[in-house]
């Protein structure tokens, strides 16, 4: 099993580009999640996902789409990047409350 | 929204040595984890503890919830350089349904030196 991938692993953007980051997952969960983690602020939800074809906006939703139109695939995506979009950002997944998470995506945006 | 303190936000030691890292809140959980994040990698889920009171070991690592299930400690035993990375706790959101939604607190840098 993969477990829950990301694509890409690294990202430089332009402030004003536009990216869509991949996550899937081949566990069959029903809920899936993005998150950012910056220094010292530990993981933010950013969307969740409660089934395909639905989300919901998390703690800090601003600037960022999502959508789930396969259970297995959530993708987050930046419609204009900004510097402080500058962060690490993890999908998870889960049937429960374990939460399993993908590697991350550095995205660095200038 | 619940907030979870963790504390000391980092910690640098030398092999050997034993450590304790706090998460504390004014919220009760239902149940509070812990995950261990490695440099590059995504967390990993450590243990979860659902009673007050609880202890649960993991080698030398021993997990406590407190009584009033408001707080939780996670004691390393002769730390080895094995064992640094970011460590979280994190506990499910309250009241209603919560789509198995986290709460993380902000983490602890652990660095062991050999």
């Known amino acids: 099993n993969a477990g829950v991938t990301q694509t890409p692993k690294f990202r430089v953007l332009k402030t004003g580009q536009s990216m869509t980051l991949l996550c899937a997952q081949d566990?069959?969960?029903?809920?899936m999640y993005w998150y950012r983690q910056d220094p010292g602020m530990g993981l933010r939800l950013i969307h969740y996902?409660?089934?395909?074809?639905?989300?919901a906006k998390g703690e800090v939703p601003d600037g960022y789409n999502v959508s789930r139109l396969k259970k297995q695939n959530f993708l987050l995506g930046l419609e204009s990047a900004a510097p402080s979009q500058t962060s690490v950002y993890f999908c998870?997944?889960?049937?429960?409350?374990?939460?399993?998470f993908g590697p991350g995506t550095r995205l660095t945006v200038t | 929204t619940q907030l979870l303190e963790q504390s000391p936000q980092f910690l640098s030691i030398q092999e050997g040595e034993n450590l304790t890292v706090y998460c504390n809140s004014s919220?009760?959980?239902?149940?509070l984890q812990w995950y261990r994040q490695e440099p590059g990698e995504g967390p990993v889920l450590l243990v979860t503890?659902?009673?007050?009171?609880e202890v649960k070991k993991l080698k030398r690592l021993t997990f406590q919830f407190g009584d009033a299930r408001k707080d939780s400690s996670l004691h390393i035993t002769a730390a080895q350089p094995g064992d640094t990375g970011l460590y979280l706790c994190?506990?499910?959101?309250?009241?209603?349904?919560?789509?198995?939604?986290?709460?993380f607190g902000q983490g602890t840098i652990l660095t062991v030196h050999p």
């Open positions: 998870a997944s889960t049937q429960a409350y374990e939460q399993y």
């Open positions: 566990m069959n969960h029903e809920y």
């Open positions: 996902s409660v089934g395909e074809g639905t989300t």
């Open positions: 919220s009760v959980f239902s149940s």
């Open positions: 503890v659902v009673t007050g009171g």
């Open positions: 994190a506990a499910p959101g309250a009241g209603g349904t919560s789509y198995g939604k986290l709460t």
